[in-house]
Structures are given as structure tokens and as C-alpha cells.
């Protein structure tokens, strides 16, 4: 089902998009399917892409290669939610969190990383 009825993400699309994000979760049972994620980062990736324009490539599940992009650390390499590529290289990335149980261990988690 398509939510995305302009160009770009209007704060009702993202209403309805953060409410088909929590039914998957409802559906599913658990915090750690990533199919609660795929609503959620697909509309704002596919957003970022709009807003973009030609040049860039825009990395999430949910979109467009519907996998998340490998993103180069200092020391180590990680998953993005969310990668933004110009030329094959990556400009930016971002995570984004819809924490639904277990805040603490959520927040603990994020704060080490």
C-alpha cells in the first residue's frame, strides 16, 4: 500500500507511515523484527530521495535495495539505517530508532556505541 501521495513526506504520510510501522510490530509480536523498521525507514529514505534529486543514492530497508549500506568506521565497519552515496561514496548516515520495549537496554545500547 502506497502512503506517499506528494513528492515529498507530508507530516500526515508520516503519521500513517509510524502507525503501519507499529501494527507490523503488533503483528509480528517482538521488538527484534525488522519488519516493524521497513515502513519507518523506507518513507524516509525514499524522502531524503526526493529531497536529494539525481546524484545521490539513497540506502535502507524498505527502499530501493530494500538492505541497509555498510558504512566504513575508524575501527570497524556497521550497518546504517539510513546511507546517503554520492559517486559511490558515502556523505552521510543516520540511524533511526522506534523503540518499542526494553528502553533502558535501548538507551543503554545506543549511549556505548
Known amino acids: 500500500m502506497e502512503i506517499f501521495t506528494s513528492q515529498t513526506l507530508t507530516n500526515e504520510e508520516f503519521l500513517k507511515v509510524i502507525s503501519r510501522s507499529f501494527e507490523a510490530f503488533l503483528d509480528?509480536?517482538?521488538?527484534?523484527?525488522?519488519?516493524?523498521?521497513?515502513?519507518?525507514?523506507?518513507?524516509?529514505?525514499?524522502?531524503?530521495a526526493n529531497r536529494l534529486g539525481d546524484g545521490y543514492e539513497v540506502w535502507s530497508q524498505g527502499y530501493w535495495h530494500d538492505k541497509e549500506a555498510e558504512v566504513e568506521g575508524r575501527y570497524v565497519s556497521k550497518r546504517v539505517d539510513i546511507t546517503v552515496k554520492k559517486k559511490d561514496k558515502?556523505?552521510?548516515g543516520m540511524a533511526v530508532k522506534f523503540v518499542m520495549q526494553n528502553y533502558s537496554q535501548n538507551s543503554n545500547n545506543a549511549s556505548s556505541g
Not at 509480536?29 to 531524503?48: V, Y
Open 28 to 48: 509480528k509480536g517482538t521488538s527484534r523484527s525488522t519488519d516493524k523498521l521497513k515502513p519507518l525507514h523506507g518513507a524516509i529514505a525514499r524522502d531524503i
Open 90 to 92: 558515502v556523505v552521510a
